[in-house]
């Protein structure tokens, strides 16, 4: 992996629009970011988190902060091991620090090979930044990347906070994660890397037809833009940040509804209930139940409008089992479990 190499004009360095464009949304994730702990930068080697880290590199010392890389080795295809540490070397020589090549294990989790590998990395990248405080990890999620997202949660029939796409800011374990790329194009980042001189490893997971996100990135995004034109991949984006806006204030309400709904005798008032519009009461039933202690990983629609119809559709029905076994009923004009 080469270091990255100033261009230069007439006696003064010449900026590419790329790179500019990618350390000024580094900069914005960064500015007002609390505490003093460094930033941590989760680098593959790809062309989207190369360009965030080389971004990070120059960005984050000017604000009086640290950068540091996490690359995660996920043990998946030969030679993998080598070339995390070719990313965490090439991190040193460019002056940020910490640097870690995190090995994980894939194998024996549960869901597919992707949620698989999502989670393992996650794992490492949550407890990385505990290890050295980190104030933030950076993620090189890109614009592309969100459509492609919004293009599978429609796929799914995912409600609202699918088709809100990936945040730009969240809270994992405790651990902020930022995502400042999110308004970049996939191919800017590659531009980026070519003006700095970097050579960036393209993961051949990336486009095997075996994963959804292949097939979408590969075939269906590419047929929707030649057929509605390349601002396609922009509203898209556009459509997840809407979505997640209108998410989050019906999110606020959910929560105080909820406090507003608890029967006096323990439980949910079922006519309480009924009065919330159906948008908020479906959040309230669906924060209740896991606070309950269903998994929310295996909380469903279907879990949620089981608990709904024994608000709005009461016909002496018997209980509807949370994930986990927890039984809810209605009696005496209360959801109780």
Request: net charge positive.
């Amino acid at each position: 992996m080469r270091a990255p190499q100033s261009r230069t004009g007439a006696g003064t360095a010449a900026l590419a629009p790329p790179v500019a464009a990618i350390r000024v949304a580094v900069r914005r994730a960064l500015s007002g970011l609390p505490g003093a702990g460094p930033v941590l930068v989760a680098c593959s080697g790809g062309a989207d988190s190369l360009a965030l880290a080389a971004a990070a590199a120059f960005v984050a010392p000017r604000l009086g902060r640290r950068a540091g890389l996490v690359t995660v080795d996920h043990g998946l295809q030969p030679g993998s091991a080598e070339r995390a540490e070719s990313v965490a070397g090439w991190a040193r020589g460019q002056g940020l620090d910490p640097v870690e090549a995190v090995p994980v294990r894939v194998a024996g989790r549960t869901g597919g090979p992707e949620a698989a590998a999502r989670e393992a990395r996650y794992e490492a990248l949550v407890d990385a930044a505990r290890r050295h405080d980190a104030a933030a990890v950076l993620l090189g999620h890109t614009r592309d990347d969100q459509a492609e997202t919004v293009l599978l949660a429609l796929a799914r029939g995912a409600g609202p906070r699918g088709l809100a796409g990936m945040p730009e800011r969240r809270q994992l374990a405790g651990v902020t994660l930022l995502r400042p790329l999110l308004d970049v194009a996939r191919e800017d980042t590659r531009k980026a890397c070519a003006a700095l001189g970097l050579a960036p490893w393209d993961d051949p997971h990336n486009v095997d037809p075996a994963y959804a996100r292949s097939r979408v990135r590969a075939d269906a995004l590419p047929a929707l833009v030649r057929a509605l034109g390349p601002g396609v991949v922009d509203n898209l984006a556009r459509t997840a940040r809407q979505i997640a806006a209108d998410t989050t204030a019906l999110d606020e309400l959910a929560a105080a509804a909820l406090v507003e709904v608890r029967a006096a005798a323990g439980g949910l008032a079922v006519e309480a209930l009924a009065a919330l519009p159906a948008a908020v009461r479906t959040r309230v039933l669906h924060a209740w139940a896991r606070e309950l202690g269903a998994s929310p990983a295996a909380l469903s629609h279907r879990h949620v409008a089981a608990l709904d119809a024994l608000v709005t559709d009461w016909h002496g029905q018997g209980a509807v089992h949370l994930p986990g076994g927890l039984p809810v009923v209605r009696r005496a004009g209360r959801l109780t479990a």
